[in-house]
């Protein structure tokens, strides 16, 4: 089997390998007579009327005002919406999908419906309004969209698997890659997967059989997404050396050609450890792919991966300071690689022959590919990178054989308008609009002075239709693309989440050493000993390896969010932490869970006796009624409401332990869990957002959201609680793992089951981001608090 395979995929490159020196040829040729040059100025000529001069100085424009930078994505939206252009601009975007993603034929009446289709849900998914909070970012790109359309499709497992793969793969993006370009890349292919299938399945198919393709493609997306950052990305990098990348890039083609992947062996580099995880991944996406292939399609797929490699292969070992490559060596594998990946991810879904579909395909990869290029080359061109125009930029002087790139490109936009879409004028459409946005973007981000190097070098020997390019580029309108909008706003996210991220962790580690260093209670000379002997319990449980949260919490609203002063608000914190430790005594005794260690060491009453841990719990929550009256920088009205409101807290957290104490081996339904959670660990949430709010006069309105947050928090917290107690280990955890299960405790997991307990959680999560919505303040702690409480470890 593995001998025939090996035969088939050499075949195939070869195959390949011709066709794609037959396109070259062609493409040559004509830039080399300029033949594409007549017919390129008459689609202009005709593509131009769309975009100059349609509007009068009384238009909509001037009610609408300047256009607004595409970085802040509502207020885009919102004046496409005003001056009438959404559709349109909706319309060639979903088209361009369809042509690059999905290899249509634009022209066909059941593609231009489907389009149609798109483009109505793709308005009413951007008619909702923006949150209260202060966010630019499109909400339906976050956590709890997501979450929702997977729930909306039956899907919710797939998701939760993808989150905890997604988180995976950028902890393990080794310093020297960008994290950012790896998750976006990964992200693009599993929806480019998700819309093959989706595109396949029509609108016909059941629910059941929509929601096991669905759950199946994000799976395979994400699986065949995985090779970019990790064989092409990695590979292009640094991070390996010349000895590792040559065992690596070995490894992988033997499994493309033998359809097994080999073992690891012994790996003597110093990126053992992240080679490892690599392997295993990989490994899990390699069979996860295999197994859900029918036998053509797996031939088709490792044919096609084999194709993509080796011409990856080929490009990546060549060398910028190499004067001898031919214009064939230069062009042949951006064919083949740029044409290879598409039909690689038409393969993974299994998807039946499409007339028509591998043309377009092989025929447009290089039209992406070249602009790519363009874009990148001065970076490229930094990193030593062989691309046509790195190239052609180092020896196009001592080199007057070489063919100019710039105007491959144009070739290549004349080919598929006319040879390939057959002069649609859809097709011309949004071909140009393409090509011409991309010559904007370009010298928006490189400036008027370099962009006219650039071209006075690529395109000076166009005379005519050159300057017909640059009057579009400098004067035509609507020729932007909502997956370039997309696209900038998921980096800049990604990038902020990554700054938010490290202050967040930064946030916590500060305030946590803060508090720590005002908890403990200080002997004085002459106490008593039998008072002394309770001031050392009480540190000895305030001691241990604490997270802390509760006061953090408060402290990152009150300072962060409400502009209070740290030092003003040290006994609300002091008094927060007394309380929760006070609970934590309590529900350790062997009277309620009998717990034998707690924060990473022996429970109180281990250590010293039920009766002084009792005492202990009592005397932290006189303390903490102590501090909180020590708040007297606040008005004295506000102090004594924070008390009142304090006093029902702790009340209703002994409700919450009552019922729970009553719930032993008693078979709870969600609604009494919910409840239970709630008063246990919910009340404490609510109580850290709303003191601080109450100390800050917020409005209650406000107040209401913060409560909301708290209550979905709290429950998505004791979730993760029992998925911990099922899953974790001890040793991360700082207590037993299985203690539910030992005291026959009723919890989410024994009730939903694993698989249930994480939608539920995520439910909560989703409830919870909503409330932080109508929260009329921007404070990132508390997005990122709820990513932690769902994501955790401990």
């Known amino acids: 089997m593995k001998e025939n395979f090996r035969k088939t995929a050499t075949e195939e490159y070869g195959r390949a390998e011709q066709k794609a020196l037959k396109y070259f040829t062609a493409l040559h040729n004509q830039v080399t007579n300029n033949s594409q040059i007549a017919v390129l100025t008459e689609d202009i000529q005709i593509w131009k009327r769309n975009h100059l001069g349609r509007f009068s100085g009384l238009s909509v424009f001037s009610r609408a005002g300047r256009k607004p930078d595409t970085r802040d994505f509502y207020r885009?939206?919102?004046?496409?919406?005003?001056?009438?252009?959404?559709?349109?601009?909706?319309?060639?975007?979903?088209s361009y999908m369809y042509m690059?993603?999905?290899g249509k034929d634009l022209n066909a009446p059941e593609t231009q419906r489907r389009i149609q289709r798109t483009v109505d849900d793709m308005?009413?998914?951007?008619?909702?309004?923006?949150?209260?909070?202060?966010?630019?970012?499109?909400e339906f790109m976050n956590l709890a969209e997501v979450y929702r359309w997977a729930r909306k499709e039956g899907i919710e497992t797939a998701i939760i698997w993808l989150f905890?793969?997604?988180r995976a793969v950028a902890a393990h993006i080794p310093e020297g890659m960008s994290a950012e370009h790896a998750q976006r890349k990964l992200i693009k292919?599993?929806?480019?997967?998700?819309l093959h299938v989706i595109e396949e399945m029509g609108e016909d198919a059941a629910p059941a059989e929509r929601s096991r393709r669905l759950d199946a493609a994000v799976r395979l997306g994400y699986s065949y997404g995985l090779t970019y950052p990790f064989v092409d990305d990695l590979l292009d990098s640094s991070i390996l050396n010349p000895l590792e990348k040559e065992q690596y890039s070995a490894l992988i083609g033997s499994a493309l050609l033998s359809g097994e992947v080999p073992e690891l062996g012994v790996w003597s580099g110093q990126n053992k450890e992240l080679i490892q995880y690599i392997h295993k991944e990989l490994t899990e996406a390699f069979v996860y792919i295999r197994d859900h292939q029918d036998a053509d399609s797996r031939q088709t797929f490792f044919a096609q991966s084999h194709v993509f490699f080796q011409a990856q292969d080929i490009d990546r070992v060549k060398l910028l300071s190499y004067k001898g490559y031919t214009n064939e060596e230069l062009y042949i594998p951006v064919i083949l690689k740029s044409s290879s990946s598409r039909l690689i991810a038409r393969s993974v879904i299994s998807a039946p022959p499409d007339e028509g579909f591998e043309e377009r395909t092989f025929f447009f990869g290089i039209y992406n590919q070249l602009a790519d290029d363009f874009a990148d080359m001065e970076q490229d061109l930094k990193d030593g990178a062989v691309t046509p125009y790195t190239y052609y930029l180092k020896y196009h002087q001592e080199r007057p054989d070489l063919i100019n790139p710039f105007e491959v490109y144009w070739a290549v936009v004349a080919n598929l308008i006319h040879s390939v879409y057959h002069s649609d004028s859809k097709a011309r459409e949004v071909i140009l609009d393409r090509a011409v946005n991309g010559l904007k973007r370009y010298r928006e981000r490189a400036g008027a002075v370099k962009y006219n190097e650039i071209m006075k070098l690529f395109a000076g020997g166009l005379g005519e239709f050159n300057r017909l390019l640059q009057k579009m580029v400098r004067k035509a309108d609507d020729v932007d693309f909502f997956d370039k909008l997309l696209r900038d706003g998921l980096i800049d996210q990604l990038k902020l989440d990554a700054r938010e991220q490290e202050e967040f962790s930064g946030t916590l580690q500060n305030v946590r050493s803060l508090i720590n260093n005002e908890l403990r209670f200080s002997s004085p000379q002459s106490l008593p000993a039998m008072?002394?002997?309770?001031?050392?319990?009480a540190n000895y449980s305030l001691e241990g390896d604490g997270k802390r949260v509760r006061p953090i919490l408060t402290w990152v609203m009150g300072v962060n969010g409400y502009g209070l002063d740290a030092p003003a608000i040290m006994p609300l914190l002091r008094s927060l932490e007394y309380m929760h430790t006070a609970s934590l005594i309590f529900d350790d005794l062997p009277s309620q869970d009998n717990?034998?260690?707690?924060?990473?060491?022996?429970?109180?009453?281990?250590?010293q006796s039920s009766a002084v841990a009792e005492l202990t719990g009592l005397y932290l929550i006189q303390q903490a009624t102590f501090q909180q009256a020590s708040l007297?920088?606040?008005k004295p009205e506000t102090v004594l409401a924070l008390i009142r409101y304090s006093a029902q807290k702790a009340a209703d957290m002994c409700m919450g332990q009552m019922m729970d104490i009553d719930s032993k081996g008693k078979a709870l339904t969600l609604e009494q869990l919910n409840r239970i959670c709630f008063y246990k660990t919910g009340v404490a949430f609510e109580a850290c957002l709303v003191m601080p709010a109450m100390l800050a006069e917020a409005e209650e309105t406000e107040i209401e959201a913060l409560k909301r947050f708290a209550y979905h928090m709290g429950i998505a917290f004791q979730i993760r609680d029992d998925l911990l107690d099922v899953e974790g280990e001890a040793h991360v955890l700082g207590k037993p793992a299985g203690n539910d299960v030992l005291n026959n405790q009723s919890n989410f997991v024994s009730i939903l089951g694993q698989d249930g307990a994480g939608k539920e959680m995520w439910q909560h999560y989703c409830l919870a981001s909503d409330a932080l919505q109508e929260i009329p303040r921007n404070i990132p702690f508390l997005k990122h608090l709820l990513h932690y409480v769902v994501n955790r470890e401990r």
């Open 76 to 94: 885009y939206i919102q004046w496409l919406k005003v001056t009438g252009k959404l559709t349109e601009y909706l319309n060639r975007s979903i």
């Open 632 to 634: 007297i920088r606040f």
């Open 123 to 138: 308005s009413r998914l951007l008619s909702r309004p923006p949150s209260r909070n202060g966010t630019t970012g499109p």
């Open 531 to 537: 008072q002394e002997r309770l001031i050392h319990a």
């Open 595 to 607: 717990a034998p260690t707690r924060r990473g060491r022996e429970t109180l009453h281990q250590v």
């Open 100 to 102: 690059r993603d999905l």
């Open 189 to 194: 292919i599993i929806i480019g997967v998700v």
């Open 164 to 166: 905890k793969k997604l």
